[in-house]
């Protein structure tokens, strides 16, 4: 693991709960803090003894992690009751999770798709801020950060306006640079003005700018040159995830981020 990485406060790397049986000793052997990425299927299966052993594992080697909520056919937006419903229970499941394991922070995918709610641009904000309340005050039992991760957002206003009428130091933003170079419209240093005083974590990972396909720092066209300035000019010092999706991916990442944060 990288060692004093200025700009960052924290590290973790991508690490599928399905695979933990077969990659976790890898983890635990490297030194990498894992964020613990889980499907729905995942908190149907997970099974208490399963869960302190992987606390006990993790605290025995001074690791700490973080979680990334599942997101398949869940929207906390979602207009149609019983989806929200559902997506309510899998996130209080996963912070349960989170909580038991001594988790950092939960990254959550808001629902947010400007074309999905391109006729009812008020829908997305009004059905969230019914959502996250209930949420944050189980976040704030537990000692946990929630953040939305960009998706699909070419603008950060609609993350801004959501977070500024929540105005909860539970609720913060999950900065995803991949996504943000594929679909937003709008420059780094612009969103770093608006959602800067909210950003807590990173993910950080690269593409060509054609579909969102996780390759390793340096492996794409993202100037992470640039991102790391504005991150400094910013005087903001998140945790981060490498959203490598395989071993090799998270080693080629790991050289090249301790190579930036070097320079």
Request: contains cysteine.
């Amino acid at each position: 693991m990288l060692q004093e990485a200025i700009l960052l406060s924290d590290i973790f790397i991508h690490l599928p709960v399905e695979q933990l049986p077969a990659r976790l000793a890898t983890f635990i052997k490297k030194g990498w803090q894992p964020e613990l990425a889980l499907q729905s299927r995942d908190l149907d299966q997970l099974e208490a003894a399963s869960i302190a052993a992987l606390k006990q594992d993790l605290a025995a080697s001074r690791l700490r992690s973080s979680i990334h909520a599942p997101f398949l056919d869940l929207n906390p937006a979602a207009t149609d009751l019983d989806i929200r419903r559902i997506t309510e229970r899998r996130f209080r499941q996963t912070i349960s999770f989170a909580a038991q394991i001594n988790a950092s922070c939960v990254v959550f995918h808001p629902g947010f798709d400007p074309w999905r709610y391109a006729r009812t641009p008020d829908a997305w904000l009004n059905n969230s801020l019914e959502f996250w309340p209930p949420l944050l005050e189980l976040a704030a039992d537990n000692d946990l950060i929630l953040c939305l991760e960009n998706i699909f957002d070419t603008q950060p206003n609609p993350l801004v306006d959501l977070l500024n009428a929540i105005d909860s130091p539970q609720l913060r933003h999950c900065f995803d640079i991949g996504h943000w170079f594929l679909f937003s419209k709008t420059p780094l240093d612009r969103w770093f003005d608006l959602l800067g005083p909210y950003l807590s974590h990173l993910h950080l990972h690269d593409n060509r700018g054609r579909r969102d396909d996780h390759r390793p720092i340096g492996a794409g066209k993202i100037d992470f040159d640039a991102f790391f300035s504005q991150l400094q000019q910013s005087n903001l010092y998140p945790t981060a995830t490498l959203e490598a999706h395989n071993l090799q991916d998270a080693e080629q990442s790991l050289a090249a981020l301790q190579a930036l944060l070097d320079s």
